[in-house]
């Protein structure tokens, strides 16, 4: 196939960050995205329905000109989040709230420890129809940072998806076939978000020949075989997994750093990218659904009703984003040949 028409697809996670930022990040998404769901971890983070309103107004103010984004805000859990935050943000608008083990990744310092004691706002949750998206890692220091994921699932996950078994929860950005096989045996309320770093790399795109720091991100990419049960999950058509980019920008000198950030900066490219994955893997009759149909359903969102054209056609990523504030972004994939093209 040398061309594909999609419905047009949301992005089901992603960082927008704030300031200066937006006018680089809002449109990167809105060029191909409809919808997306912007992550709560800002600093200080997005905590109540007035900060979440408020960031959602300046992220408007960032579309381009004529441009028909719709951003979905969500709301970052903490430990001082209470049940009335829940119905607030429930009445804003805000579809879904966040959880971050505390520790876990980007902007998590201030997120969640001891995940039981949030019980009781995840009942509200599940009474207000609000989803829970969980970035599901430990941070325990004992456990190794390739098995944090699935130390996760068995320590927390089964409990919560066992105790509010009408909560909607999204496991964000999974990486391990443990994910995709919990996911896969658990109820229609449960699903995945799966970005293109983790459908196209392993972790010898991290390591081998020198550190490459605009592969990190977190969760960290892992082996091949695991890479391999995500290609074979979204080849595969279940409607429990569908498109998230992570896409998450962090200028160059704090990823090209001694101690450098998580995040790939994907906006320019996902979609391209995605489906490059779904062709090698000769699914192309599946990227609609994963990119345009499942997270939209899983949401209770309606479908959208306009499209978007790819052709089999390779261009390369640049090497460097400029900002207006002479800041650098290295984009991931940056210098690296995409074999798909938005037309
Ligand atoms: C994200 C970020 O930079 O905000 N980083 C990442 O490596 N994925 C946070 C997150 O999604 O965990
Ligand atoms: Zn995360
Ligand atoms: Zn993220």
Redesign the pocket.
């Known amino acids: 196939m040398q061309q594909i028409t999609i419905t047009t697809p949301d992005d089901w996670?992603l960082?927008f960050r704030d300031g200066e930022m937006l006018h680089e990040t809002v449109p990167a998404t809105a060029r191909c995205f409809a919808r997306a769901i912007v992550?709560p971890?800002l600093v200080p983070p997005v905590i109540n329905a007035k900060l979440a309103n408020e960031y959602k107004s300046r992220i408007l103010a960032a579309r381009p000109k004529g441009s028909h984004f719709q951003p979905l805000m969500t709301l970052y859990l903490t430990n001082q989040t209470t049940t009335q935050d829940i119905i607030d943000a429930k009445q804003a608008g805000v579809v879904a709230a966040k959880l971050?083990p505390a520790g876990?990744?980007?902007?998590?310092a201030q997120a969640v420890i001891g995940i039981e004691a949030l019980y009781p706002v995840f009942e509200e949750m599940q009474k207000q129809g609000l989803l829970l998206l969980i970035?599901g890692e430990v941070t325990e220091n004992h456990v190794d940072i390739f098995d944090r994921e699935k130390v996760f699932i068995d320590q927390y996950m089964i409990k919560i998806v066992q105790a509010f078994p009408d909560l909607k929860v999204v496991f964000?950005?999974i990486t391990t076939s443990d994910a995709a096989d919990f996911v896969l045996a658990s109820s229609h309320h449960v699903a995945a978000t799966i970005?293109p770093q983790h459908l196209l790399l392993n972790r010898n795109d991290l390591l081998v020949g020198g550190v490459k720091p605009h592969n990190?991100?977190?969760?960290v990419l892992k082996r091949s075989t695991h890479q391999q049960a995500l290609r074979n999950v979204v080849a595969s058509g279940s409607n429990k997994f569908f498109l998230g980019t992570?896409s998450?920008?962090?200028a160059k000198h704090a990823k090209e750093n001694a101690c450098g950030?998580?995040?790939?900066y994907s906006a320019w490219s996902a979609l391209e990218l995605y489906t490059q994955v779904f062709d090698e893997l000769n699914a192309l009759d599946k990227l609609e659904g994963f990119a345009s149909f499942y997270g939209a359903d899983f949401y209770g969102l309606p479908r959208n009703t306009t499209s978007v054209t790819l052709a089999k056609q390779s261009w390369t990523v640049p090497e460097s984003i400029n900002l207006a504030d002479g800041e650098a972004i290295v984009p991931f994939f940056a210098g690296q040949q995409v074999a798909w093209k938005i037309v």
């Open positions: 996670h960082h992550m971890n971050y876990a990744t980007t902007n998590s970035h964000e950005h970005t990190y991100c977190l969760p992570d998450a920008p962090h950030c998580a995040g790939c």
